[in-house]
Each structure stands twice: as structure tokens, then as C-alpha cells.
């Protein structure tokens, strides 16, 4: 497996991975992860300035074979500036990260966010967040054997 920095031109090949990130994100919780229709449409544009952001780590993972070759799961974070009243000026942000099923299990997520460490320290940045679904244990366990805690918990009520 090839783990490397995205391009513009692979975004059309990780459009369909955000589909499903976020088809499971809503199945896991409607109320949080209620998107509109297609947001892997809404995706593209973003996407294809990320991959050309210095401050920003897009990563993809190709399989190795020349012959066929295909993107296989995606990690995207960004520089984020803090609210003014903190000290920490910046963070980076971890907004998505996906393995496809068939990949799982082989280091390729770790690979992936041990890269994206790396870039956002080369940039600097001295902290990096992420957001885990309720329900992802198997993440929260992937991103503590990476260095990540838990720092806050998120709570939500639906209000008519």
C-alpha cells in the first residue's frame, strides 16, 4: 500500500468514500449527521483546494499493483485558528478519515494519521483534534494508540 499526499486529480476517486463515510456517520446519528442530499457533491470543491493547501494534509492510500491501481481510503485535516481567548493560537483538525472494508485491519489508518502527525508538526502546528461518532470505538482505539485522549465530550438534545 502507498500512502501519499492527494492530489486535485484524485479527488473524483475519494468522492465515493465520502458517501459513505457519511451515509454511516447519519445511520450512526440522524440528528448530528443530517446531510443534505449527495454531500459528496459538496465535497469536490473543497476537497480539490485542500490538496493544494500547504495548510492542510490530505492523504490517500493506492494499492501497489501498476496494472490496477485504485484509492482505497483518504485521511483530510486542517489548520483551524482558535477562538481568541486561548493561548494555543491553531490547531489542526482531523475532519475525515476512511478505510475501505476490504483494507481494514492491515495498519493503514494508523499509517495514515502517524503521516498526518507528522505533516501538521513539520507545519508548526503544536495540537491536533478530531471527533469520533458515539458508536466508533474501534476509532477512539486506532487514535489512542496514536497519541490522541479524550478531551471533550459532545452532547446533544433535539428541541422541537
Known amino acids: 500500500m502507498i500512502i501519499r499526499p492527494a492530489t486535485p486529480a484524485d479527488v473524483p476517486a475519494v468522492l465515493p468514500m ?10 450512526w446519528d440522524a ?6 442530499p449527495n454531500p459528496e457533491w459538496r465535497y469536490d470543491r473543497w476537497l480539490s483546494k485542500i490538496a493544494t493547501d500547504d495548510r492542510a494534509v490530505f492523504l490517500v492510500a493506492e494499492t501497489e499493483a501498476p496494472e490496477s491501481k485504485q484509492l482505497v481510503a483518504f485521511l483530510v485535516a486542517t489548520v483551524e485558528r482558535e477562538i481568541p481567548i486561548y493561548r494555543l493560537k491553531e490547531y489542526a483538525f482531523i475532519h475525515d478519515i476512511w478505510v475501505e472494508s476490504e483494507y481494514r485491519q492491515q495498519g493503514i489508518a494508523r499509517q495514515m494519521v502517524m503521516q498526518a502527525i507528522e505533516f501538521v508538526n513539520k507545519m508548526g502546528v503544536k495540537q491536533i483534534r478530531l471527533d469520533t461518532a458515539a458508536p466508533n470505538e474501534a476509532a477512539r482505539k486506532l487514535f489512542s494508540s496514536c497519541g490522541f ?7 446533544l438534545t433535539e428541541l422541537e
Open 149 to 155: 485522549r479524550v478531551s471533550t465530550i459532545e452532547m
Open 31 to 36: 440528528a448530528k449527521y443530517g446531510f443534505l
Open 18 to 27: 465520502v458517501a459513505k463515510i457519511c451515509a454511516l456517520h447519519e445511520d
